[in-house]
């Protein structure tokens, strides 16, 4: 199986700032207080993914899944070790990341289409697809800054699940569309896994994991604690216990 995805020792690296303004840094120097810290958001991580793989990305708030995903998207990069992928990536990043606020939502949809790659003709040629895909009405001619954050991930997705790619990641937490788009998503992403894409999916939803991924990495603090099948993966997690574990919000769970 081919390698689509290499991750080698990737580390990220932020720095926490505890004070916002210039006054406040002074005072916390003069009184020998520390006025910023560095933590690594993603430490010392390795894996591959082979082509056709579907894999799931787990873990707590702040566990570093959306830190691993923007390195693996190219949006970052890591501060040491390496993060290698093979083809053409396209998905669910950033809801709205580079949408021109006075534009249109067509408008937009060409923009964001030419971003990801897509040629002119490509995009006319997908271009009634991805409208009716989006479903938002007369509201596709009306500038994007009187969208709700809902309309633009509608759009965003609309026009990520329509580029030809190798790789399609998604990040869950900005599928903040409604549930009839969350079920039309779910279906786009098992066409789009059966098509033998590589998926590379963060998610909460032990529901969704189960249903799109065959594989399963869980973050803790940064740091990868486990790589293997998804069952196993949301056990280590606690996902599955208690009255609100298995959840049906997820993009590609069953409603
Ligand atoms: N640009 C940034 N600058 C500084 N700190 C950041 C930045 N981006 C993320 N972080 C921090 O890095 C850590 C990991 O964040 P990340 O968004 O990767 O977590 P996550 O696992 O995706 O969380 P969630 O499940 O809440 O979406 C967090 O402590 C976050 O505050």
């Given at each position: 199986m081919a390698t689509y995805i290499e991750v080698e020792n990737a580390t990220k690296t932020f720095t926490m700032q505890y004070h916002r303004s210039i006054k406040q840094i002074a005072l916390a120097r003069a009184r020998g207080q520390k006025t910023h810290d560095?933590?690594?958001?993603?430490?010392?991580?390795?894996?591959?993914?082979?082509?056709?793989?579907?894999?799931?990305?787990?873990?707590?708030?702040?566990?570093?899944?959306?830190?691993?995903?923007k390195m693996i998207s190219g949006v970052m990069q890591?501060?040491?070790?390496?993060v290698l992928t093979r083809g053409r990536i396209a998905g669910l990043i950033a809801t709205?990341?580079?949408?021109?606020?006075?534009?249109?939502?067509?408008?937009n949809l060409w923009l964001?289409?030419?971003?990801?790659?897509?040629?002119?003709?490509?995009?006319?040629?997908?271009?009634?697809?991805?409208?009716?895909?989006?479903?938002?009405?007369k509201f596709i001619?009306?500038?994007?800054?009187?969208?709700?954050?809902?309309m633009k991930s509608r759009l965003g997705f609309?026009?990520?699940?329509?580029?030809?790619?190798?790789?399609f990641i998604a990040d869950e937490a900005l599928a903040v569309g409604d549930r009839p788009f969350k079920?039309?998503?779910?279906?786009?992403?098992?066409?789009?896994?059966e098509n033998g894409t590589t998926i590379f999916f963060v998610s909460h939803s032990p529901g969704a994991v189960r249903q799109l991924c065959d594989r399963v990495l869980v973050l803790e603090k940064?740091?990868?604690?486990?790589?293997?099948?998804?069952?196993?993966?949301?056990?280590?997690?606690?996902?599955?216990?208690g009255e609100d574990g298995d959840d049906d919000e997820g993009l590609g769970s069953e409603d």
């Amino acid at each position: 199986m081919a390698t689509y995805i290499e991750v080698e020792n990737a580390t990220k690296t932020f720095t926490m700032q505890y004070h916002r303004s210039i006054k406040q840094i002074a005072l916390a120097r003069a009184r020998g207080q520390k006025t910023h810290d560095r933590f690594n958001a993603v430490e010392d991580v390795s894996f591959t993914v082979g082509r056709g793989e579907s894999v799931g990305v787990m873990g707590l708030n702040g566990s570093g899944k959306s830190t691993l995903l923007k390195m693996i998207s190219g949006v970052m990069q890591p501060d040491s070790g390496s993060v290698l992928t093979r083809g053409r990536i396209a998905g669910l990043i950033a809801t709205g990341a580079g949408f021109q606020p006075q534009m249109s939502g067509r408008d937009n949809l060409w923009l964001n289409a030419a971003i990801l790659g897509m040629s002119e003709a490509e995009t006319r040629r997908k271009l009634d697809d991805i409208i009716e895909f989006a479903d938002l009405g007369k509201f596709i001619d009306t500038p994007v800054v009187y969208y709700s954050s809902g309309m633009k991930s509608r759009l965003g997705f609309a026009v990520a699940i329509h580029v030809e790619s190798d790789i399609f990641i998604a990040d869950e937490a900005l599928a903040v569309g409604d549930r009839p788009f969350k079920r039309k998503c779910k279906q786009r992403m098992r066409e789009i896994r059966e098509n033998g894409t590589t998926i590379f999916f963060v998610s909460h939803s032990p529901g969704a994991v189960r249903q799109l991924c065959d594989r399963v990495l869980v973050l803790e603090k940064g740091k990868l604690t486990f790589d293997g099948g998804v069952d196993q993966g949301i056990k280590v997690l606690h996902y599955d216990e208690g009255e609100d574990g298995d959840d049906d919000e997820g993009l590609g769970s069953e409603d």
